[in-house]
């Protein structure tokens, strides 16, 4: 009975044959936008090719692009296509390594080409938490503050608690904000609030990172949850205007 079973199309039903057909860059290439010049840059980071990183990204400024926006929906996304494929097995290490260069290269260009003569409006002080490298969405952020017209100590990544606290203490900023991406260092936010609270500064701690939940932020005091770092200028200029923690929880958090 077994024998009248033909292997060839069990494959088929179940997909395998096709997928193992698909290379990483034939499952990217259905990811890619089609707009022309925000795909060059997109590709450009998924190949990791930093020279063609910058060269596109003049390209698309030159064709009248804002170099800030291109930073979200060109050096973003690249790497967003990336990390979802790295997840999916597609892609390794070396891989994410060489793009989140090229990325964080495009992301300096940006900067650089933008028009930087802001007013500082005010200070804000961000951090990666101990124990976690991750500092991409961490590096996005700084950006979009620093280009908003926000004085940004920025204090890298995997930096002590002690670190965190003093630097909060002694900078008097507006408000901070965190980067976690793994689950087992996000708990570091909670110890810095708490330290924070015993030296009685109260401004708000403005978290987010890949492992980060708005579940999660919302269990402790001083907390206000975001997942894009486009929002945090946003989050920043409410926090000009005096609102307090719960008002920004309403504005920014999902019900
Ligand atoms: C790139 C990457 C790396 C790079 C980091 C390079 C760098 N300089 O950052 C390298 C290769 C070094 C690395 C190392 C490791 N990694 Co890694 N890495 C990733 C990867 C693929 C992408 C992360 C990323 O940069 N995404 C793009 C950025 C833009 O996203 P983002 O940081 O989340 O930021 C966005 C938002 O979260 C938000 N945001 C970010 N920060 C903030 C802050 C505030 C205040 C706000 C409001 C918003 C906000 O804004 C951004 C979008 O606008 C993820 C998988 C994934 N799909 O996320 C794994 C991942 C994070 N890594 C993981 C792990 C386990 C590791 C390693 C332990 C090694 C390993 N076995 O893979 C080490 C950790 C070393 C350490 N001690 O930190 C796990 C974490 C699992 C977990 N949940 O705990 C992940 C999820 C992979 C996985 N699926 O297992 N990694």
Redesign the pocket.
């Known amino acids: 009975m077994l024998l009248d079973i033909d292997p060839s199309s069990i494959l088929v039903r179940y997909n395998v044959k096709r997928e193992s057909e698909l290379s990483p860059d034939d499952v990217a290439r259905e990811y890619f936008p089609e707009d022309e010049l925000i795909r060059n840059i997109v590709e450009a980071v998924f190949e990791g090719d930093e020279d063609e990183v910058l060269v596109a990204l003049q390209e698309a400024v030159d064709h009248g692009k804002d170099p800030i926006g291109l930073i979200?929906d060109a050096l973003?996304a690249g790497?967003?296509i990336?990390?979802?494929l790295?997840?999916d097995g597609l892609l390794f290490?070396p891989d994410?390594?060489i793009s989140?260069q090229a990325m964080t290269d495009g992301i300096e260009y940006c900067k650089k080409i933008s028009d930087g003569s802001h007013e500082y409006k005010g200070k804000v002080v961000s951090f990666v938490v101990e124990?976690?490298?991750?500092?991409?969405?961490?590096k996005?952020?700084t950006v979009f503050l620093r280009s908003s017209g926000y004085e940004v100590i920025d204090l890298g990544?995997?930096v002590p608690i002690d670190e965190v606290v003093s630097a909060v203490i002694d900078n008097n900023p507006i408000m901070f904000?965190?980067?976690a991406?793994?689950?087992?260092?996000m708990y570091s936010f909670k110890e810095v609030k708490e330290r924070l609270l015993d030296n009685g500064v109260e401004i708000p701690f403005?978290?987010?990172?890949?492992?980060?939940t708005q579940d999660f932020v919302e269990r402790y005091d001083l907390g206000v949850?975001?997942?894009?770092?486009?929002?945090?200028p946003k989050?920043a200029d409410e926090v000009l205007k005096n609102a307090t923690i719960e008002e920004l929880r309403e504005k920014f958090h999902r019900n």
Do not use: E, F, W
Not at 131 to 138: A, C, P, T
Not at 206 to 212: L, N, Q, T, W, Y
């Open positions: 979200d973003i790497m967003n990336v990390s979802q790295y997840d290490l994410v390594i989140s124990g976690d490298v991750h500092d991409i969405g961490k996005i952020l990544s995997d904000t965190g980067t991406l793994m689950t087992t260092t403005i978290c987010g990172g890949g492992a980060v949850y975001c997942d894009d770092a486009a929002v945090v989050i």
